[in-house]
C-alpha cells in the first residue's frame, strides 16, 4: 500500500536528510519545498512575500503527491508541519486516498538547533535558506511538538 510520510520538525532537526534517507530505502518521491523556493526565488527568508511563495509551492507539491499516492507510490512531504492541525490535515487527506500515514518527528534540543543554524548560516553550498537566529526564536516559539496520541 502506498504511504503519505510527513516530516515533523524545526529548520535544522535533520528531516531532509532523514527523508533522503527513507527515500533510499522504500524508493519514496521526496518533497521540500525550501529547495524549489531557492531555485525559483533565491535565499528569500527577509522577504515578505517567502510565506505566500512557500505556501504555493506546498499546494503544487501536494498535487504531485496526491497523484503519486493515487497511481501506488511513497511519497515523503518534508514540509516540518509545525502545527498539529496540518499534520491532521494530511492525516484525513491520506485517509481518503485510501493510503497509509506515517510520522517523522525529528525531535531536536534548542541547544543543538541553534549549533546548526550556525553551521548551515556559514554553509556556502547555496542548497540551504540562510535563516536569522531571531526567525528560529520565532519558530521554536509556535511549533507544536507532536502529542504521544498522533505518534501512536
Known amino acids: 500500500m502506498a504511504t503519505l510520510h510527513l516530516m515533523i520538525g ?6 531532509t536528510t532523514y ?11 521526496v518533497l521540500t519545498p525550501d529547495l524549489w523556493q531557492l531555485r525559483l526565488f533565491g535565499d528569500d527568508v527577509a522577504d515578505e512575500a517567502h510565506d505566500v511563495r512557500h505556501s504555493a509551492i506546498e499546494a503544487i507539491m501536494w498535487e504531485m503527491a496526491e497523484h503519486v499516492l493515487k497511481v501506488g507510490g511513497d511519497v515523503i512531504l518534508d514540509f516540518g508541519f509545525w502545527a498539529r492541525v496540518e499534520r491532521d490535515d494530511f492525516r484525513g487527506r ?4 485510501g493510503v497509509g500515514f506515517q510520522l517523522h518527528y ?6 543543538e538547533l541553534y549549533r546548526r543554524l550556525a553551521v548551515r548560516n556559514q554553509s556556502k553550498s547555496g542548497e540551504v535558506l540562510v535563516i536569522p537566529k531571531e526567525e528560529m526564536d520565532k519558530y521554536i516559539a509556535i511549533f507544536q511538538p507532536p502529542a504521544e496520541d498522533e505518534l501512536t
Do not use: F, I, T
Not at 524545526?10 to 528531516?15: D, I
Not at 527523508?19 to 518521491?29: E, I, M, Q, S, V
Not at 491520506?94 to 486516498?97: G, I, M, T, Y
Open 19 to 29: 527523508a533522503r534517507r527513507l527515500a533510499k530505502g522504500n524508493g519514496a518521491l
Open 94 to 97: 491520506a485517509k481518503a486516498l
Open 10 to 15: 524545526l529548520p535544522c532537526s535533520g528531516k
Open 106 to 111: 525529528m525531535d531536536v534540543l534548542e541547544e
